[in-house]
């Protein structure tokens, strides 16, 4: 089966099960404890941090372990209230095109009474960036956009945001989940005050991952505790961070090579695919993208039975956002760049990995054209004898 539905999740590294592995046989013990076992577990956990921290292009201290990019979410969105109240800062802004994840939050604080601006894309997925200067004023808590779309693979413009944002003291809040390991972007780069990421999007495990929290900025906690300097209460997940902390080494590594080869793997299937029929179009085409995300649609096939074709045919994709896959409403992504329903159910999402090759782009292709292609001529030919 060939997997291109690395935005999705990643397969574990092997040096990431056996860093697990050692971690759970001989550093198993709470490291906030003060006898050796305990001290010895935590001298792996600031090792850990420095190994993690070295990829993100962030300190050590301004590394907070969560169980995830969902969680240090919710902790710079929430925290960005609790803090803003005080300043009279009570509104948050957001991209319409967030994660579903940060979305259900937004909405639900939305229903709550706090005000929430969304700012609006082009049908090319582009963020308008003069509806975000006119909605990022004095009395904002929070800006908080994806580094780059997880359905489209279109990269939002960080730099320009983060000078809106620092002209009126607004954190900035950037959810780098889809970019870590992916591509050469890094939090000390970036312009963010607050930074989140997954490591099972990088080839680490699930249940961990991270809020990077600039220096020098007090923030509130999620779940209090004395652990991670009082900025995440609860006992640390030791052998998941090892993982992680595995998976950044082995990425960070080669880091640079594997973003060149996904960007030419990401072009040649892209062209291969929009030379097989015109009724295929690629989604962010015009914008630019991360290197190992391709959005497309089969002019308006439903994109499961699109999906289910290339299962059988031995490869697997996506139709968007994991967390949304078997929903029969159509992506607010697709519906946010002016695509009709039926246009947005027919999206399909091929999304690379360091490990794809391409020979997989060519099995790929070639299970496009002896399975999806029939579609769109039967579709050619109904069209045309109406």
């Known amino acids: ?14 040096a990431v099960v056996a860093a697990m592995v050692r971690a759970m046989e001989g550093t198993w013990a709470n490291p906030s404890s003060m006898h050796e076992p305990g001290q010895a577990a935590r001298r792996a956990l600031a090792e850990a941090r420095a190994r993690v921290a070295a990829l ?12 995830g990019a969902t969680e240090a979410n919710h902790q710079a969105v929430l925290g960005a209230l609790a803090r803003g109240r005080a300043l009279g800062r009570t509104r948050l802004v957001v991209s319409a095109v967030e994660h579903a994840g940060l979305l259900a939050l937004v909405e639900r604080l939305q229903r709550e009474g706090t005000p929430v601006d969304r ?5 090319e997925g582009r963020l308008d960036l003069d509806a975000a200067a006119r909605l990022i004023g004095p009395d904002v808590a929070l800006l908080s956009v994806m580094a780059a779309n997880n359905e489209t693979g279109v990269w939002h413009p960080l730099a320009e945001l983060s000078a809106l944002a620092r002209a009126q003291e607004v954190p900035f809040h950037v959810d780098a989940t889809q970019a870590v390991g992916k591509s050469l972007l890094r939090f000390d780069a970036s312009g963010a005050d607050l930074w989140s990421c997954s490591a099972h999007k990088l080839h680490g495990p699930q249940g961990v991952g991270a809020l990077v929290v600039r220096k020098g900025l007090a923030w509130p906690a999620l779940i209090e505790g004395k652990q991670e300097r009082k900025r995440r209460g609860g006992t640390e997940n030791g052998p998941g961070i090892a993982g992680f902390a595995a998976a950044a080494e082995v990425l960070g590594a080669t880091l640079a090579e594997d973003v060149a080869r996904m960007t030419d ?11 097989l029929h015109p009724a295929i179009a690629l989604l962010g085409q015009g914008a630019e993208r991360m290197p190992n995300t391709v959005c497309v649609r089969f002019g308006e096939r439903d994109a499961e039975q699109v999906l289910g074709k290339l299962e059988r045919a031995g490869v697997v994709a996506s139709s968007g956002a994991a967390c949304g896959a078997g929903s029969t409403q159509p992506s607010h992504v697709m519906l946010a760049m002016g695509l009709t329903p039926a246009q947005a159910k027919a999206e399909v999402r091929f999304s690379l990995g360091r490990d794809t090759t391409a020979q997989d782009i060519g099995q790929a292709l070639a ?8 579609l769109l001529l039967e579709d050619q030919a109904l069209a045309t004898a109406a």
Request: glycine share 6%.
């Open 1 to 14: 089966m060939i997997d291109l539905d690395h935005n999705a999740t990643t397969r574990p590294l092997p």
């Open 56 to 67: 993100l292009g962030c300190q050590p201290v301004e590394l907070v372990f969560t169980s």
């Open 119 to 123: 700012i609006p894309v082009d049908g």
């Open 265 to 275: 793997l990401r072009q040649t299937l892209e062209q291969g695919l929009l030379a």
């Open 367 to 374: 299970a496009v054209r002896t399975s999806v292609l029939p």
